[in-house]
T-cell receptor
Framework: DVKVTQSSRYLVKRTGEKVFLECVQD?????MFWYRQDPGLGLRLIYF???????EKGDIPEGYSVSREKKERFSLILESASTNQTSMYLC?????????????FGPGTRLTVL | AQSVSQHNHHVILSEAASLELGCNYS??????LFWYVQYPGQHLQLLLK??????LVKGIKGFEAEFIKSKFSFNLRKPSVQWSDTAEYFC?????????????FGSGTRLSIRP
């Protein structure tokens, strides 16, 4: 059974803190994605990666960075957390076939920045 | 610009009613279309997808969707809803961006079913 796990379900941080969100998939997928989910806005892509050490900006990369040192792990980093980054963060992975692949999602991390 | 529109933000139905959730997209070239569902407290998961062939696609739990190319639409339907269909539904379209597939999601439609 496919599995995408995220390091925390709930996280509370203070403004200015550095925050790491970890995502691990066990399906040997090349592609991995980070989204944030906000009410009324759906899912917005922050960054994605199509291979180890490769990354591409999504639609809202400002204030975020990512790291992909191993195929199975994709980390999202908030260098200096701000209150407007309070959100639900979803990680997903997909196989490499262009255009037809299904994304498999993790359970999400609900981040609150105080 | 590529986009996906879901015009219904919140739909409330009684059990056994018929359902149709609208989805329109703006995307150049060949499209692949998806409906994802997020049940309360659960992961986002695939409901159905279209990438070629028969434009009427059947998914899990009795859902279906029809791709109408001339209308740029991919509406989700179910003839008779159940209380367990209460969830948030996301329409999505994929294309190719660099070397990875990038999916654009709509804003979601919250479906509430009255028992």
């Amino acid at each position: 059974d496919v599995k995408v796990t995220q390091s925390s379900r709930y996280l509370v941080k203070r403004t200015g803190e550095k925050v790491f969100l970890e995502c691990v998939q066990d399906m040997d997928h090349e592609n991995m994605f980070w989204y944030r989910q906000d009410p009324g806005l759906g899912l917005r892509l922050i960054y994605f990666s199509y291979d180890v050490k490769m990354k591409e900006k999504g639609d809202i990369p400002e204030g975020y960075s990512v790291s992909r040192e191993k195929k199975e792990r994709f980390s999202l980093i908030l260098e200096s957390a701000s209150t407007n980054q309070t959100s639900m963060y979803l990680c997903a992975s997909s196989p490499p076939r262009e255009g037809t692949d299904t994304q498999y999602f993790g359970p999400g991390t609900r981040l609150t920045v105080l | 610009a590529q986009s996906v529109s879901q015009h219904n933000h919140h739909v409330i139905l009684s059990e056994a009613a018929s359902l149709e959730l609208g989805c329109n997209y703006s995307y150049g070239g060949t499209v692949n279309l998806f409906w994802y569902v997020q049940y309360p407290g659960q992961h986002l998961q695939l409901l159905l997808k279209y990438f070629s062939g028969d434009p009427l696609v059947k998914g899990i739990k009795g859902f279906e969707a029809e791709f109408i190319k001339s209308k740029f639409s991919f509406n989700l339907r179910k003839p008779s809803v159940q209380w367990s269909d209460t969830a948030e539904y996301f329409c999505a379209v994929s294309g190719t961006y660099s070397s990875a597939s990038k999916i654009i999601f709509g804003s979601g439609t919250r479906l509430s079913i009255r028992p």
